[in-house]
């Protein structure tokens, strides 16, 4: 699933004022902010779809996330130490 997908969204009063805010700061339109947290949580969606598939009972899912997202922790404070940060 190479293929990428846009999502709509309608942003609350104060969330479209604090973008806007943002922007004025930074440049950096909503759209690019909301992508980049996107890309950063990407790991604690990837754990949480693991755990759903990997759970043979639903009460077992959450003690499998915290697994998961144990060992991605440990894997980006490896890659980190060696200088090579990717998600």
Known sequence: ?????????QLSEEAQQLFDAYQRYTNTTPEAYID???VK???TLRAMVE???EAEEPEAV???F????AAEMLRQKEAA???VVSS
């Open 1 to 9: 699933m190479s293929e990428k997908s846009t999502v709509e969204i």
């Open 36 to 38: 980049a947290l996107v």
């Open 41 to 43: 949580t990407l790991p």
């Open 51 to 53: 755990a759903f598939d």
């Open 62 to 64: 959450m003690e499998l």
């Open 66 to 69: 915290g697994k998961k997202m």
């Open 81 to 83: 130490q060696q200088g």
